[in-house]
């Protein structure tokens, strides 16, 4: 059972300390009155997922909080824009919460607040995420407001114009981060098409698109098999009774034919500028979430064994990570170089991410590609397997104990598999893993042309044929 800590007033503190004496520890607090009920009036209870008569699948997980955490997923991210609307999804994001058939921006917004709830959208290449966080009691409140913004946004001129300007401030702000920048180019680089398209919208189209646009695309985009619903800190018989009254009225839809991706990968793309710093991404063909889930995890461990993130603050991570490591070897200055491991549906991106001083650049970007190549030749110990599982099982866990990465977490795999796989699964299948698993993504992953973005300085970036050469799978 959990321990719940209660926080006394000065004069109940003192008075406790006055009378406490001599009363056994097993004996109930004075003062204070406690029951199991008030933490929750429900059990905690895992995943539970089912679908409604018009294909919209409903999925929620009970936590013991005092808040309910909604998404709507939507399969209709950016990779499903055509090449003359480019950006039309980035405009739709923004165009979220603006006047409906039956409500007005003005009371969209103060009936949230009303509530104390908040609403956002976030967009990928896959979805577009309608979100909201809520008192919990009030799930009929915003499933009504998520359902009528989603199904019967009207898109009026003024107030869509009116959201190019936000926009325009938010590509001044994409354009100031080379981070940003460097792997939307990778992708645009890497792929001939659908996951070519970019989250942000190309300047040149801003003042194409409109009302008309975005009311197409979601007549055509946003049906019933395409959405998931997903509740943290919800009961699903309730969840399932709001989504369906909500939701039930949108059209099932015909499976609208979907654009494979193609990586082609072998391409570069170099942007020169006065920063002193080098940022390039340099990633081949990964491992797709419709991939076995084998493969996956496998890949997944692949990132941990080369080194992702810093797990101890100011640290070197020479000793954690294999990339660093060769990294520190080959140069006395100050780099950052980490694994990528980026996955979509039907394709992905695996590689590693370098900033350093310009001058730097070609020795640490040089040496990390060395070290991916010792990987595929089976130079993988046990140690290195070790460590690699238990911080990819640790970053899982760490992570969905946010409401919004469980959710989408859940989304995710559902959108994908069309079934959630446990933590508890998901552990037992990362430890089975062997040496020869992440070994065979690694020669997987190399074997296919690499592709290369990077900006700033670029005096010693080596170009592709250069970076690559000397460097086998044997």
Not at 146 to 171: T, Y
Not at 275 to 295: M, N, Q
Not at 434 to 446: C, G, L, N, S
Request: aromatic content about 6%; hydrophobic content about 40%.
């Amino acid at each position: 059972m959990a321990l719940r800590v209660y926080r006394l007033s000065p004069h109940v503190v003192r008075r406790w300390a006055n009378t406490a004496a001599g009363i056994p520890l097993s004996e109930p607090i004075p003062f204070v009155h406690f029951t199991p009920e008030s933490v929750s009036k429900r059990p905690a209870e895992g995943v539970k997922v089912s679908k409604l008569a018009n294909g919209v699948t409903v999925a929620s997980v009970e936590a013991r909080a005092a808040t309910t955490h909604v998404s709507v997923f939507v399969k209709a991210g950016s990779r499903y824009e055509s090449y003359e609307r480019q950006g039309l999804t980035h405009l739709l994001r923004n165009c979220a919460f603006l006047s409906t058939n039956d409500r007005t921006a003005f009371r969209v917004a103060r009936e949230i607040d009303a509530i104390g709830g908040t609403l956002r959208t976030t967009l990928s290449r896959e979805h577009i995420i309608y979100s909201s966080d809520v008192l919990k009691g009030n799930l009929n409140s915003v499933l009504s407001t998520l359902g009528n913004v989603i199904s019967s946004s009207k898109f009026q001129a003024w107030e869509v114009d009116d959201q190019k300007a936000r926009m325009e401030l938010e590509l001044a702000q994409f354009h100031s981060d080379p981070t940003q920048v460097i792997l939307e180019e990778l992708h645009r680089v890497a792929y001939r098409n659908a996951l070519s398209n970019p989250l942000y919208c190309p300047s040149y189209n801003l003042s194409k698109l409109n009302n008309k646009d975005l009311k197409s695309f979601v007549e055509e985009w946003y049906t019933g098999k395409r959405m998931i619903i997903v509740g943290v800190g919800t009961g699903h018989e309730e969840l399932k009774k709001a989504a369906s009254t909500y939701f039930g009225s949108i059209p099932e839809g015909l499976r609208s034919a979907e654009e494979q991706a193609e990586y082609v990968g072998g391409g570069e793309v170099r942007l020169p500028s006065g920063d002193p710093l080098t940022y390039a991404t340099v990633a081949c063909k990964g491992v797709s979430l419709s991939s076995d889930s084998k493969e996956i995890l496998a890949a997944g461990v692949l990132q941990h064994v080369l080194g992702a993130v810093s797990y101890v603050k100011w640290g070197s991570g020479i000793s954690t990570s294999r990339l660093n490591k060769a990294a520190a070897a080959a140069t006395d200055a100050p780099f950052q170089v980490s694994a990528v491991n980026i996955s979509y549906s039907d394709s992905g991106l695996f590689g590693l991410s370098v900033v350093c001083p310009g001058s730097a650049a070609g020795k640490v970007l040089k040496s990390a590609v060395l070290e991916f190549g010792e990987i595929t030749k089976g130079n993988v110990t046990t140690e290195d397997l070790v460590r690699a599982k238990n911080q990819l099982k640790a970053n899982m866990a760490m992570s969905t104990e946010s409401s919004a990465a469980l959710i989408d977490d859940i989304g995710v795999q559902l959108t994908m598999k069309g079934s959630y796989l446990s933590m508890e699964e998901t552990f037992k299948q990362i430890d089975a893993l062997t040496k020869e698993d992440v070994v065979k993504i690694a020669r997987a992953v190399f074997s296919t042309r690499p592709t290369l973005a990077a900006s700033g300085n670029l005096s010693s970036t080596p170009r592709m044929d250069h970076l690559m050469s000397g460097v086998s799978l044997k």
